[in-house]
């Protein structure tokens, strides 16, 4: 199938998938699936999902829709919420949402903050995702009305004093349970995973430019952005993971104290899997999946790497480095149908264990060494800036020979990422919606301005 087929085909995916509110686009439903049969569970607009929609639609010229879709997340938080006998904390967004309408044909919304979901877990993530399509809105437009409203200010400020509250936890990082973000099922990812960590330090970095504290607390804008900095530098120290730091970590004595310690989270050397060793070369490096007091987790993340890139989290080198493992490690974290959200699969007992016997999550599916084509708008935002657009254009020719003629597919499973995912949902609206913005970006790589920090890496 040619590009521009392909294109038209996706764009009738992402068309066909808008919720109306109303008589007013307010966002994207997940996936129609076959025959326009809306999956179970599908037929809501989730936060996540919709970032690639919203990314799209900005890059088109139509505003409307991510400016509904920003301002009906807001209204639908309602103060006080609860379920399971929990208090919902302001400042906590739902995963998702959906309409309904009464007997005299008017709509209103349901949110779901986690009732609906597997395990009952409230996401982390949404919020963040929120907050990084404000910033894009007001980039793309110029139009500072929607930030500068009153509901918006109150909801960035209910955001900072949750993220940035007091508690037992002191790491830059932000501590979060295993299940509360895009890895939305058990998979052992507990404490500080990558992928939040990349979202919260987008999150901060727009706070300078969203948050008004002559209207609010002028202490939050400056924790923010004392926050940020601290962020960068533990993650860009501690999470990075090359042949240097795995030898260091190899030499690591436990049990140590003081100010002096060369491994103060307490990290056995015993803890480095066997199969990274053979498997990391020596130009050629990553961040760990998640970092915590005597446990790091060697897996690969997708998501979080790359996010990581686009952000900026991630210094020059850094960003090289990644898009080198990339290169090198193509079959394993690109596969016949790109990406994979996670490397390598986890199996027998420790998938046993870790999972909970999840057969969603069996070995080489879903968020288990699975492949998700949704993916592949931040690996070509990461390849065009690290300045390797053949990486980008390699991804895309791969990705255009299948997903059209296979319809859109949520995931893919396999080793190689070559087999449809046997709960995979199709006309899956992120996945055709984020092969558009990818060749959005490789056509006018100016639209990387959209992220937060790329205006002040421009600039460095």
Same mark, same amino acid.
């Given at each position: /199938?040619?590009?521009?087929?392909a ?12 919720m109306m509110?109303?008589g007013?686009?307010?966002?994207t ?16 607009c ?8 919203a ?8 505003? #409307? ?10 209204? $639908? ?6 379920f ?10 739902p ?12 709509q209103?919304?349901i949110?779901?903050?986690?009732e609906?979901?597997?395990?009952r877990?409230?996401?982390?993530d949404?919020?963040?995702?929120w ?15 929607l930030?500068?409203?009153r ?7 209910? $955001?900072l ?10 790491f ?13 099922r058990? /998979? ?17 970095h ?5 948050y #008004?504290?002559r ?14 900095k601290?962020?960068?530098? &533990?993650?860009?120290a501690q ?10 970590i ?6 140590? &104290? ?7 989270l ?5 803890? $480095?899997?066997?199969?990274?060793? #053979? ?8 961040f ?10 060697f897996?690969?993340?997708?998501l ?14 850094q ?11 193509? #079959?394993?974290?690109?596969?016949a ?12 007992t420790?998938w046993?264990l ?10 080489w ?9 949704a ?6 935002a ?7 657009r ?47 913005f ?10 990387l ?12």
């Amino acid at each position: /199938m040619t590009k521009h087929a392909a294109l038209r085909s996706a764009r009738q995916v992402l068309d066909r998938a808008t919720m109306m509110l109303n008589g007013q686009p307010i966002g994207t439903v997940a996936a129609r699936g076959r025959g326009g049969v809306t999956a179970e569970n599908y037929e809501e607009c989730f936060i996540r999902d919709f970032s690639a929609s919203a990314l799209v639609q900005l890059a088109d010229g139509r505003p #409307d829709m991510t400016r509904n879709f920003l301002e009906t997340v807001i209204r $639908i938080r309602e103060p006080n919420a609860r379920f399971d006998a929990h208090e919902i904390q302001p400042g906590v967004m739902p995963a998702s949402f959906r309409t309904r309408a009464d007997e005299a044909g008017q709509q209103s919304i349901i949110a779901d903050f986690g009732e609906r979901a597997i395990g009952r877990v409230a996401p982390v993530d949404s919020m963040m995702w929120w907050m990084v399509l404000l910033h894009a809105h007001a980039q793309a437009t110029g139009d500072r009305s929607l930030v500068t409203g009153r509901d918006i200010q109150q909801g960035i400020e209910q $955001i900072l004093r949750l993220c940035l509250g007091g508690s037992f936890e002191v790491f830059p990082t932000l501590l979060v349970p295993d299940a509360s973000f895009m890895v939305d099922r058990r /998979m052992g990812v507990y404490g500080h995973p990558l992928e939040v960590q990349s979202l919260f330090y987008a999150m901060l970095h727009t706070v300078g430019d969203l948050y #008004d504290p002559r209207h609010g607390n002028p202490d939050l804008a400056d924790r923010a952005a004392k926050r940020h900095k601290l962020l960068r530098d &533990y993650v860009r120290a501690q999470y990075w993971l090359d042949s240097k730091r795995l030898r260091e970590i190899g030499d690591f004595g436990t049990e140590q &104290y003081g100010a002096g310690s060369r491994n103060a989270l307490n990290i056995s050397p015993e803890s $480095i899997p066997a199969w990274l060793t #053979d498997w990391l070369p020596e130009q050629g490096s990553y961040f760990a999946g998640s970092l915590g007091p005597e446990r790091m987790d060697f897996r690969f993340f997708g998501l979080g790497n790359l996010l990581a890139v686009v952000f900026w989290l991630a210094s020059t080198e850094q960003t090289q480095w990644l898009m080198d493992l990339y290169e090198q490690r193509w #079959d394993d974290l690109i596969g016949a149908v790109p990406l994979k959200l996670s490397y390598p699969a986890i199996e027998g007992t420790e998938w046993r264990l870790l999972t909970g016997c999840d057969h969603k999550n069996a070995p080489w599916s879903y968020h288990n060494g699975g492949s998700w084509p949704a993916l592949l708008w931040t690996f070509v935002a990461a390849a065009l800036i690290a300045r390797h657009r053949e990486l980008a254009e390699r991804a895309l020719e791969q990705a255009q020979a299948r997903l059209a003629s296979d319809d859109w597919p949520e995931y893919y499973d396999g080793r190689d990422g070559d087999v449809i995912g046997r709960r995979a949902n199709r006309k899956q609206t992120w996945t055709a919606a984020s092969f558009i913005f990818a060749h959005q970006l490789l056509e006018r790589p100016e639209l990387l301005s959209l992220f937060p920090g790329q205006a002040a890496r421009g600039a460095a």
